[in-house]
């Protein structure tokens, strides 16, 4: 009884290059690609975070500016003799988003290792 070639014993290095075979494109894809879409929409998300922050970051800065501008009109004015005070109303709603606590943040995603 001869041996049939799927009961043939294949060399150790044969079958060691044979396990270090890539795997196919299609079954790896499906799982790379659900990765990369987490991964970009992380990415998107921490963008928008930090596109806002830097906005608040502008608004507060030209809020101070403006203040510092109607003080220094003020003097000017309190030199001349004439102060006129601004309107509690728009001091208090100038102040309001920097007297608020920041927003509560997710923990930072955690990185996978590069492969």
Known sequence: MSPTPSAVIRPADEIRSASQMPVPDAVVSEEEEEEEEEEEEEEEEEEEEEEEEE????????????????????????????????????????????????APRNPPPRRRPQR
């Open 55 to 102: 906005e608040e970051e502008e608004e507060e800065e030209e809020e101070e500016e403006e203040e510092e501008e109607e003080e220094e009109e003020d003097a000017a004015l309190g030199e001349a003799g004439t102060v006129h005070p601004l309107p509690s109303s728009k001091k208090t709603a100038a102040k309001k988003p920097a007297e608020l606590p920041p």
